[in-house]
């Protein structure tokens, strides 16, 4: 294999590591930590007044901008410091007295079946789906588990421990069928390939920047569907939520009928500056252009894993998948830390070494990976 990788010269990580750990944490892009320095100088020379300068601007760019990567509106955004946080606001403004069961696969991220186990003492109840496979959960399993007393359905759009895509429009059919709502994990699969929320008819998705968007921890975003919004109010909340949080009105609660009543307290601003920047790169890459990469490389890491006899519990199939590969292996942790000392970084999930390439990355890269993987799989490290 021999191929070069896009935007290199963005990611200063990748002249001296094999960096494959981009669904965990992207590197820092040399634009994100110009934007921070921006940021840093803001607040030195103008202290407090750069709120009213420039950072609530910043604040309500980064809103359109996230609308634009999903096909939304503006005011169907609520910036939010992470999915965990947008998946608790999200809780709090569903009524259970009638319907008082959340339904949730075996295999979703842990947060998206942890927020409702919170509220079993109140009365609600999880339903777990369970896969056969580890590695997606078929619809039928969906459909028979969804029910006239389900309230809602937390699930993610891509499978975190194998990479396997879900398809949340069909999803999305079959919950409303039933009378319930779809709540979208995507934290796995924004910024890795087109995804028109509105066509895809779900109610709720939640997102952020620590992956695929390239802009760092701590910002994240919820996608409320425009009709919703003024019917539900959410308990989980801050002075940021409300319709004008500037009257500093400590009586009133008073509510936009947007997005933004999902909303809390101030949010980041120096994670605001690394999250355009991080979205501006996506932008001029295009992301027709990274899913072709994403393809492309995994499927270079499933092919060389399975032609050396390597397990893999993910799809074979790359339109079935994001770029997250996961490897088999009896001892994953340790063979994160061996394939580490030979300058591959990548992560692991129970059982599985997990590999996820970006459009920086080489052919000769996934090459050079998928031949440590093997030495540290015969070294039974």
């Given amino acids: 294999m021999s191929d070069g990788g896009i935007f290199r010269d963005e990611f200063p990580i990748t002249e001296r590591l094999n960096y494959l750990n981009n669904c965990s944490l992207t590197p820092m892009p040399r634009r994100a930590q110009a934007a921070l320095d921006e940021y840093a100088r803001l607040w030195s020379e103008w202290g407090g007044r750069a709120w009213y300068s420039h950072w609530m601007n910043e604040l309500e760019a980064l809103r359109a901008d996230f609308a634009t990567v999903l096909g939304a509106d503006t005011d169907e955004i609520a910036l939010q410091p992470g999915v965990s946080t947008a998946l608790v606001a999200v809780a709090s403004a569903i009524d259970y007295s009638e319907r008082d069961t959340v339904v949730v696969a075996d295999i979703d991220f842990p947060t998206d079946g942890h927020v409702f186990l919170?509220?079993?003492?109140?009365?609600?109840?999880?339903?777990?789906?369970?896969?056969?496979?580890?590695?997606?959960?078929?619809?039928?399993?969906?459909?028979?588990?969804?029910?006239?007393?389900?309230?809602?359905?937390?699930?993610?759009?891509?499978?975190?421990?194998?990479?396997?895509?879900?398809?949340?429009?069909?999803?999305?059919?079959?919950?409303?069928?039933?009378?319930?709502?779809?709540?979208?994990?995507?934290?796995?699969?924004?910024?890795?390939?087109?995804?028109?929320?509105?066509?895809?008819?779900?109610?709720?998705?939640?997102?952020?920047?620590?992956?695929?968007?390239?802009?760092?921890?701590?910002?994240?975003?919820?996608?409320?569907?425009?009709?919703?919004?003024?019917?539900?109010?959410?308990?989980?909340?801050?002075?940021?939520?409300?319709?004008?949080?500037?009257?500093?009105?400590?009586?009133?609660?008073?509510?936009?009928?947007?997005?933004?009543?999902?909303?809390?307290?101030?949010?980041?601003?120096?994670?605001?500056?690394?999250?355009?920047?991080?979205?501006?790169?996506?932008?001029?890459?295009?992301?027709?252009?990274?899913?072709?990469?994403?393809?492309?490389?995994?499927?270079?890491?499933?092919?060389?894993?399975?032609?050396h006899g390597l397990r893999v519990r993910c799809p074979t199939d790359a339109e079935r998948r994001t770029s997250i590969v996961t490897i088999v292996h009896p001892d994953p942790h340790r063979a994160v830390d061996a394939l580490r000392a030979r300058g591959v970084i990548v992560d692991s999930r129970p059982g599985v070494v997990r590999f996820s390439p970006h459009f920086f990355n080489t052919a000769d890269e996934i090459d050079a990976a998928v031949t440590a993987m093997v030495e540290v799989s015969a070294a039974r490290v």
């Fill in 118 to 307: 919170a509220r079993e003492h109140q009365g609600l109840k999880v339903r777990f789906v369970h896969s056969p496979d580890g590695v997606s959960v078929p619809l039928e399993a969906f459909a028979e588990a969804i029910d006239e007393r389900t309230a809602l359905v937390c699930t993610g759009h891509v499978y975190y421990a194998s990479g396997a895509l879900q398809d949340v429009a069909a999803l999305a059919r079959i919950a409303h069928a039933k009378g319930a709502l779809l709540l979208v994990d995507a934290y796995q699969s924004i910024g890795a390939f087109p995804f028109d929320v509105h066509a895809s008819g779900v109610d709720f998705l939640a997102g952020g920047t620590l992956k695929w968007l390239m802009g760092g921890p701590g910002m994240a975003f919820l996608y409320v569907r425009r009709e919703l919004s003024p019917r539900l109010r959410p308990t989980a909340l801050g002075w940021w939520s409300q319709t004008d949080p500037f009257s500093f009105d400590v009586q009133h609660l008073a509510l936009p009928d947007t997005a933004r009543r999902f909303e809390y307290g101030t949010p980041s601003v120096p994670t605001a500056y690394a999250a355009r920047a991080g979205l501006s790169l996506l932008r001029e890459v295009g992301i027709d252009r990274v899913r072709a990469s994403h393809k492309r490389l995994s499927q270079g890491l499933v092919d060389g894993a399975l032609s």
